[in-house]
């Protein structure tokens, strides 16, 4: 059996008022190829299939395009669960006729001891609920952070759980230690959303989503597949695609990650401005969504404007002329060794990289012997 692992496809995805539904539907027709040719018998989609729980028309009907074309015109079974930005109720209309074919969507806790049964494997499902969700779910007040909530889920699984056969996980999670990235919304305000890794060690295997990186955690059990595309600048290091698991005789005897490439990726640019004007940075496409830390260039009425008419998809700027972040000197002790002229023409300097000139200084001196002497200068 050939199993491909997905998530955080985040339809509708928006940055900085950018909309990514372009570059969605291009990464989403080159996983259709890919399907194609891979012939899975299962797809995997752990969560967050939307970026919003009210996404718009056009992000409905890529998704509904998608699932068509893989589950209906080749055959293949996929589930799917509700992620932490899914509406459940969205997402789970209609499941029960999609089940006919084999579309498996799961969105809530009623189903979780109820496996999928494909071939000798079986799939449980645990897509996202809050802690309120599950306290109801169960009747049970004392139930007060995700680990305790999800200890008391998977003790209802277990009762369900047949050794006989392959056990996998699907949910939609942070597990204690995983990579996480700006992109990631928090799952709850207030409390400790990770969880124990040990908390799993009945299934085969876990297969989850929420993290972005594929290669969030360590394990030899549980794995992200991480998001389709990169949704921050936080990610732009981080590869993308998708994981695909194989099995032989009952056992899982590959894993392996297949790298994706976008339609434009997100790059950060640091430099300054004139260089970035003039094209003498490095810019890997100038196409990208471009994030630029630029120096110099306080002159500069709407700097963003003039970026965009040479990088069209410039989505973030950042001035790091005055950036503070690193300190002048790393002891105090050095600035206390300097008189007051010193001081500040080398503050002068730090930010702009350029020395105090002759005119510069006479007035800097005549200012701050005024300043002694208990007068004021204009």
């Known amino acids: 059996m050939k199993i491909i692992h997905t998530a955080d496809w985040h339809l509708g995805r928006i940055i900085n008022g950018k909309s990514l539904l372009e570059d969605q539907a291009y990464i989403l027709e080159q996983f259709i190829d890919e399907m194609e040719q891979q012939q899975p018998d299962v797809i995997v ?26 589950n209906l015109d080749m055959g293949i079974a996929v589930i799917m669960i509700s992620g932490n930005h899914d509406s459940k109720e969205r997402l789970h209309y209609g499941s029960t006729w999609f089940e006919k074919s084999n579309l498996f969507i799961r969105t809530s806790l009623d189903d979780i001891n109820k496996p999928i049964t494909i071939a000798n494997v079986d799939f449980y499902t645990l897509p996202f609920a809050t802690v309120n969700e599950v306290q109801q779910f169960f009747d049970e007040d004392s139930l007060e952070t995700h680990q305790q909530c999800l200890a008391k889920s998977l003790s209802y699984i277990n009762q369900s759980l047949n050794k006989e056969k392959l056990n996998i996980l699907i949910g939609h999670l942070t597990v204690q230690g995983g990579l996480r990235s700006e992109s990631e919304r928090p799952l709850t305000i207030g409390t400790v959303e ?22 969030s955690i360590e394990s030899d059990y549980i794995s992200y597949s991480g998001s389709l595309l990169q949704y921050s600048f936080s990610e732009v290091n981080q590869p993308k695609g998708y994981k695909c698991l194989e099995i032989i005789d009952g056992a899982i005897v590959k894993e392996q990650f297949i790298k994706m490439q976008p339609l434009r990726k997100l790059e950060v640019v640091s430099g300054d401005y004139e260089d970035a004007i003039q094209e003498r940075l490095n810019v890997n496409n100038k196409d990208n969504y471009l994030h630029f830390k630029l120096k110099h260039m306080s002159h500069v009425n709407d700097p963003m404007m003039h970026l965009k008419q040479v990088y069209p998809n410039t989505l973030a700027l950042t001035n790091e002329t005055f950036d503070f972040n690193t300190p002048l000197y790393e ?27 002759e005119t510069q200084n006479t007035k800097l001196e005549a200012v701050l012997n005024d300043m002694l002497e208990g007068g004021s200068t204009k």
Request: no cysteine.
């Open 45 to 70: 989609i752990a969560g967050d299939l939307y970026d919003t729980s009210y996404p718009n028309k056009e992000a409905i009907l890529l998704l509904e395009h998608t699932i068509r074309r893989l």
């Open 331 to 357: 002891r105090n002790e050095e600035i206390q060794k300097l008189n007051d002229e010193e001081i500040i023409s080398r503050f002068y300097e730090y930010i702009t990289d350029e020395g105090l000139t």
């Open 194 to 215: 990770s969880v124990e890794a040990d908390s799993f060690k009945q299934f085969d295997r876990v297969l989850l989503g929420h993290l972005h990186h594929p290669f």
